[in-house]
């Protein structure tokens, strides 16, 4: 499975920006998709992910900002980030796995090669 991210870049604290993951290969197996985050000097953490029925779950700290969704005709993942903050400032990788949650890396199957995001304040 290769994942490909895009999406990323520089905005003010308060704006909006929204990543996208496209999935190719033996998709077949992806029961779930989500996104982690690495500050520098920070361990990955979850974000937020979205399994093949629907189930989202989300990290305590992007609750009710972000909101991960799919298009499954395209095996492309969205995250719409709102309200960025300073701290959400991070690589984010798309990542993928047969089992949900996902909220551990040691779960996860396949990463994207990450894309920077970087909130001003």
């Known amino acids: 499975v290769q994942l490909v991210e895009s999406g990323g870049g520089l905005v003010q604290a308060g704006g909006s920006l929204r990543l996208s993951c496209a999935a190719s290969?033996?998709?077949?197996?992806?029961?779930?998709m989500g996104w982690f985050r690495q500050a520098p000097g920070k361990e990955r953490e979850f974000v937020a992910a979205?399994?093949?029925?629907?189930?989202?779950s989300y990290a305590d700290s992007v609750k009710g900002r972000f909101t991960i969704s799919r298009d499954s005709a395209k095996n492309t993942k969205y995250l719409q980030m709102n309200s960025l903050k300073p701290e959400d400032t991070a690589v984010y990788y798309c990542?993928?796995?047969?089992?949900?949650?996902?909220?551990?890396?040691?779960?996860?199957?396949?990463w994207g090669q990450g894309t920077q995001v970087t909130v001003s304040s």
């Open positions: 990542a993928a796995s047969n089992t949900y949650p996902m909220s551990t890396p040691r779960v996860v199957s396949s």
């Open positions: 979205v399994n093949l029925i629907g189930s989202t």
């Open positions: 290969g033996r998709t077949f197996s992806l029961y779930t």
